[in-house]
């Protein structure tokens, strides 16, 4: 079965709906689902997680072909699509909803996370990305997903910027 060898990855990092519409175009990711993590309360809302009652950021899980890319291929492109170095936040959208964080869910993915934020340090970026171990993966509503391809519009705080 084709979804035996497919891996995740977690990512955090500003809005979700820039975050999915962004990671479904590279190559070798086979799906992209926002949702929230990290928090503190089962089945979070998004209203509950903008309200900052749940402890949750707005992430997507991304589930990826290991045979077509590497975690380490996502995780720069992560570091590129995102400001690692805002603090609860991207761009005009604020607050901790809104935080830089890799859900790790490996060791491996976590060793290799924390070598990609070495590198961006040593190039003098003042990287705030929390490295945590994934949890609990809630799907956010139907609405949010796929949100750009449903409006036709672009991302506004998901801009490519080479950092590698």
Sequence with gaps: MENERLETAIFAGGCFWGMEHMMRKFPGVKSV????????????????????????????????DPS??????????????HDPTQTDGQGPDLGP???SEIFYTSEE????????IAILKEKGYDVVTRLTPATEFWT??????????????????HIYKKRF
């Excluded at 993915?109 to 990609?116: D, G, P, R």
């Design 68 to 81: 077509e890319v590497r975690f380490e291929e996502l995780a720069r492109y992560f570091f590129e699509i």
């Design 97 to 99: 909803q809104y935080r």
């Design 109 to 116: 993915q976590k060793q290799v996370s924390e070598k990609l």
């Design 33 to 64: 689902m926002p949702g929230y993590i990290g928090g503190h309360k089962d089945h979070p809302r998004y209203e509950e997680v903008k309200a900052h009652t749940t402890g949750h950021a707005e992430a997507v899980r991304v589930q990826f």
């Design 140 to 157: 956010a509503e139907e609405y949010h997903q796929n949100y750009y391809a449903k409006t036709g519009e672009e991302p506004y705080c």
